[in-house]
């Protein structure tokens, strides 16, 4: 849980106001990039999406989901083959032990379902706050507030926040909007 940040100041907190503002006019209908069909593909894509475009992942993981569809497909998937398929995306023994290991404590520790809560998805393979938190938001709508590296870097540019960590970035964020807003902010400032 991200720790309890000082209450903003009143300069912060109108920035904020200004910034999320401008960011709804220019980015009215905000989501993720990625192209998925349910949170299982979600998650995957998210884990990939790590140091490559989105356009690339949005290219592996039609192949990927033909021929491992399910987290139980995945699970016993031979690593070399998807280390084949996720290639392009960079990182690929790494992220392709990471998906693996995901789809295996998938099926042993839910059924093969992702888990709707933050704390229980990060602590599955290669699952971090970030990317449990853009399935939290973009898959079920719930409040959420993704810190990338892109996030962090804005949010520190706008005087939202004088942290690098991005876990205090997040309560710092989520201090300053609205719940309903968490799901939003981040895909905006990310755009």
């Known amino acids: 849980m991200p720790p309890t ?15 999320l503002n401008r960011l709804k006019k220019r980015y009215p209908d905000i989501g ?6 349910d949170p299982w593909q979600l998650i995957v894509a998210t884990v990939l999406s790590a140091q490559t475009t989105d356009e690339n992942v949005n290219r592996v993981t039609p192949v990927l989901f033909g021929r491992w569809p ?5 699970a016993e998937a031979d690593p070399e083959q998807v280390e084949q398929v996720v290639y392009s995306t960079g990182f690929y023994r790494q992220k392709a032990k990471s ?7 998938l099926v042993e520790e839910y059924d093969g379902a992702v888990p709707r809560d933050l704390e229980a998805m990060t602590r599955l393979p290669g699952v971090g706050r970030k990317t449990a938190s853009v399935v939290l938001a973009a898959a079920w709508g ?9 996030e ?20 710092e964020l989520k201090a300053l909007y609205p719940e ?8 905006r400032v990310i755009q």
Not at 70 to 74: A, E, H, L, N, Y
Not at 99 to 105: K, P
């Open 5 to 19: 940040p000082e209450p903003p100041s009143a300069e912060t907190a109108r920035t904020a106001r200004v910034v």
């Open 32 to 37: 993720t990039a990625l192209d998925y069909a």
């Open 70 to 74: 399910t987290p139980q497909d995945m």
């Open 99 to 105: 998906i693996i290991g995901l789809a295996e404590a």
């Open 142 to 150: 719930d409040p959420a507030l993704a810190v990338d590296t892109h």
């Open 152 to 171: 962090k870097r804005v949010a520190r540019r706008l005087g939202l926040t004088r942290s690098a960590d991005p876990t205090k970035i997040e309560a």
């Open 180 to 187: 309903g807003e968490w799901a939003g902010i981040s895909m």
